[in-house]
């Protein structure tokens, strides 16, 4: 757009065929389409969303958090000792932390890798079951099925290449499931955050 060709009435106000219009993150788009909303892969794994998870309760069948304990092993991230606490019940149990078990690609349940409870987060579409151990996590698959661009890190790169958002299911990762896919992630942030 010439800078010339702009109208402005008498005090310098825009008209209405020129107003600047405010897109995504407050950018002026003269009336044009806004960009497309741009992913760049953080490169995480899932295992660097272990170390909060919400899970169901075994007894009350509610909202439940396994927190990592503070731990002085050299690599205290997998190998720390978990604490499974419910708000609701007063459940309390320690992990040791010296194991836990990821299985790929089950049917059943997803469930946290300590003590093998159902994760909370987690839902069926028509596609597949979709999961998350927390918050974050969902937030990361939101943001990643919600891009119109999604940039992965160069080949030239070093670092991790199979990140959490490489590894999720091709349905995920169609355009014409999007909707779909936010649908759940939206009915699934709404169990946890519940208004009042």
């Known amino acids: 757009m010439d800078c010339r060709s702009v109208r402005r009435s008498w005090r310098g106000a825009p008209t209405p065929e020129n107003r600047v219009t405010q897109g995504p993150g407050g950018r002026d788009t003269h009336g044009m389409s806004s960009a497309p909303v741009r992913f760049r892969d953080p490169r995480s794994t899932k295992y660097d969303f272990l170390d909060s998870m919400l899970v169901r309760c075994p007894r009350c069948e509610r909202i439940a958090h396994v927190v990592q304990q503070p731990c002085q092993e050299p690599n205290p991230a997998l190998f720390a000792p978990r604490h499974l606490v419910c708000r609701s019940c007063g459940l309390s149990r320690t992990c040791a932390g010296r194991s836990f078990s990821l299985r790929y690609g089950s049917a059943d349940l997803a469930r946290d890798p300590y003590f093998h409870v159902p994760l909370w987060l987690q839902t069926r579409t028509r596609h597949g079951g979709l ?66």
Do not use: C, Q
């Open 131 to 196: 999961w998350a151990y927390n918050l974050a996590h969902l937030d990361l698959i939101s943001r990643f099925v919600a891009a119109d661009l999604r940039e992965r890190a160069p080949w030239y790169e070093t670092g991790r290449k199979m990140t959490l958002v490489a590894r999720l299911p091709a349905w995920m990762k169609s355009a014409k499931n999007r909707d779909e896919v936010l649908r759940a992630v939206d009915r699934l942030r709404a169990t946890v955050i519940a208004p009042g």
